[in-house]
């Protein structure tokens, strides 16, 4: 698919959500999206690199310049892409990493998928309840309301924001056991998910439900062939 066709196709994916959630709301079934926030709605790109320039400022040394697209899911494949070969600094810096990565005061260092705000905007101009419903945990809920509010996007109501009550709780297990209670509050009409296995999970719970992956950066475990199921690179329409 070419670049144009790819745009063209993301635009009618985005279009034919806004539409899906008219139809529902004109039933007055209470439409229901379900959005995930890490590299789903907010990138985690210069979370990853404050971390890793504070590391080697830490350390005294000289990494090579990286741009947004040579940013890995792993900090340790980041940190080879700037020249980091040394097994026990790699080390290192998975615990320096892993100290700050989850900390409030780093999460304001993540800005929005392009046209990720203004997309939850018309969901819920066009009749939606949305939930962002993320792996973070509680102890990360006022760095995660200020990035989303900060960047313009709409928090009606706390309860819309659902994060892990225990860091330690396995993000599917958390997102299973919401999703299952999310199912008596209304019709969900879908979801978005950078994370192939969570786009799985989702359509596991509900099969009829419109689901999109956000094909930017992911784990990388084996999950089941998505077929049937759209991807997008960011949220704007009409790009193409």
């Known amino acids: 698919m070419t670049p144009a066709a790819a745009a063209t196709r993301q635009s009618e994916v985005l279009e034919e959500t806004i539409r899906l959630t008219e139809t529902l709301a004109r039933k007055r079934q209470r439409p229901i999206w379900i959005l995930d926030i890490d590299d789903t709605l907010l990138s985690t790109t210069n979370r990853h690199l404050r971390i890793l320039r504070e590391f080697a400022t830490h350390k005294g040394l000289p990494l090579a310049e990286l741009d947004h697209g040579s940013v890995r899911y792993s900090i340790s494949d980041t940190a080879r892409m700037a020249g980091l070969r040394d097994e026990f600094t790699l080390n290192e810096l998975r615990g320096f990493w892993f100290e700050r990565f989850f900390k409030n005061e780093y999460l304001v260092e993540d800005h929005p998928i392009e046209g990720a705000p ?29 990035a989303l509010t900060t960047h313009g996007f709409p928090l ?25 209670r999310l199912s008596t509050s209304g019709t969900v009409a879908g979801g978005f998910e950078n994370e192939p296995l969570h786009v799985q999970l989702l ?3 509900f099969p009829q439900g419109r689901m999109v992956l956000v094909d930017t950066r992911h784990s990388g475990r084996p999950a089941p062939p998505l077929h049937g199921v759209p991807r997008i690179k960011d949220y704007r329409r009409n790009s193409g």
């Open 156 to 180: 009606p109501d706390p309860s819309c924001l659902l994060l892990k009550p225990e860091f330690s709780t396995p993000d599917r297990e958390f997102k299973e056991t919401v999703l299952s």
């Open 203 to 205: 359509l596991e719970i």
């Open 118 to 146: 203004q997309y939850c905007r018309d969901l819920i101009t066009s009749g939606a309840t949305i939930y962002y419903l993320t792996g973070r945990d509680e102890t990360m809920r006022p760095g995660t309301i200020a």
